[in-house]
């Protein structure tokens, strides 16, 4: 039995449920960000990101900073990419949008290739875009969050280095890591940035992030400043490799406490097998997207193939509207999101189904949601055809 206050169960696509212990280590005493206890699960955290992102290779480099995952955008944007460069950022909802604000920020110059809402780009067309014009970095969002939308990194990657070899691939992972399969080393990813709130299972605060050793070097080949201070790799790298080789360092406070809770999560998923993580994410979400078809109901990502396995975006009867629907379900205890997607945010709620909700099997999440989602829609009047 758990032992937080009684609370409705939070089941969007992030923040997620917490487990016990992680929110546990949340309450650490106050210890010195340079002392060497801290200094050793700083730098245990690091080397299991590396176990996480598959990644075996001394050269890549995993980050740890506070700030939400949104601070991944200006770590790739401030450090990978210059003023005056060309980036194709491939777009399958909201977050895409927001990635080439940011680039654009910094004076990158961001061209998007769009796919219908529920789709997303097939690998013709961004073939097609990466031999027309050079571009230092193609983003894909694994799975974006506004439309539950799971895009393929593998067969991607390879076709990037077989056409546009000098492009850096990265991957906005916020949606995606500790929840769908990642391969860094084997796919020759060159960056994936997450956060710690989501799949990970870890109250947000933290930008986490894994970068190649290529994209290292094409940072440190910048033929100008990083346009950012906090966001700069100037400044961060040299700590993340002195925490990971166990040395204080300092260039801005850390938080302990987050990272004692990462620490926790971290230990906890890896203590058993990543095949039987992304196993249970997948069957947990084939039940859920068995129960939506079962109600008569449609998802965002009409193509099994591109549906996420960390949550699921559902569109609703033209009679309901998510602002009754929610709060009823919410009556019921549980808590789904709204739609995010500017073009048609009022007329789909997404779940989200990651982490202990899926994991834990003294935990019933899962069904008691998928039984208040049917009587909530009963309840407003709805009836499949």
């Given at each position: ?151 393929e990194l593998k067969a991607l990657s390879e076709m990037v280095h077989r056409v546009s070899p ?148 559902i569109y609703l009867p033209e009679n309901v509207k998510a602002p009754e629907l929610l709060p ?32 834990d099997s003294k935990r019933d999440d899962i069904g008691r949601a998928i039984q208040a989602l ?12």
């Amino acid at each position: 039995m758990s032992g937080q206050p009684n609370h409705p169960t939070l089941l969007i696509p992030g923040p997620i449920e917490f487990d016990d212990a992680v929110l546990q280590s949340m309450s650490h005493y106050s210890e010195s960000h340079v002392g060497a206890p801290f200094i050793a699960t700083f730098g245990e955290t690091l080397s299991m990101l590396r176990k996480l992102f598959q990644t075996e290779d001394p050269s890549s480099q995993p980050f740890v900073i506070s700030g939400s995952g949104t601070l991944g955008w200006d770590l790739v944007a401030a450090n990978l990419a210059e003023p005056g460069d060309e980036v194709l950022v491939l777009h399958t909802g909201y977050f895409a949008d927001s990635f080439a604000d940011c680039f654009e920020t910094y004076g990158v110059r961001a061209t998007q290739l769009k796919a219908p809402i529920g789709s997303r780009p097939q690998l013709p067309e961004i073939e097609k875009a990466l031999k027309e014009k050079k571009y230092k970095l193609l983003t894909v969002t694994h799975v974006d969050t506004s439309t539950g939308v799971l895009s393929e990194l593998k067969a991607l990657s390879e076709m990037v280095h077989r056409v546009s070899p000098d492009t850096l691939v990265i991957v906005d992972g916020v949606c995606s890591v500790g929840c769908e399969e990642i391969e860094f080393d084997k796919w020759q990813l060159d960056g994936v940035i997450t956060a710690s709130q989501k799949a990970i299972g870890c109250p947000a605060g933290l930008s986490i992030s894994m970068y190649s050793g290529r994209a290292i070097k094409t940072f440190q080949a910048r033929k100008t400043p990083p346009g950012s201070y906090f966001a700069s790799f100037k400044n961060w790298l040299p700590i993340m490799q002195n925490y990971e080789a166990k040395k204080a360092s300092y260039f801005a406070t850390p938080s302990p406490q987050l990272i004692h809770a990462l620490h926790t999560s971290l230990t906890q998923i890896l203590s058993k097998p990543l095949a039987e993580r992304f196993a249970a994410h997948r069957a947990a979400s084939q039940k859920i997207k068995e129960a939506v078809t079962d109600l008569g109901l449609k998802q965002l990502a009409s193509d099994p193939a591109n549906q996420a396995n960390g949550m699921t975006a559902i569109y609703l009867p033209e009679n309901v509207k998510a602002p009754e629907l929610l709060p009823n379900l919410l009556k019921k205890g549980v808590i789904f999101a709204g739609g995010l997607h500017k073009e048609i945010a009022a007329k789909y709620i997404r779940f989200g189904h990651m982490g202990v909700s899926v994991t834990d099997s003294k935990r019933d999440d899962i069904g008691r949601a998928i039984q208040a989602l049917q009587n909530g829609l009963s309840e407003a009047g709805y009836q499949k055809a």
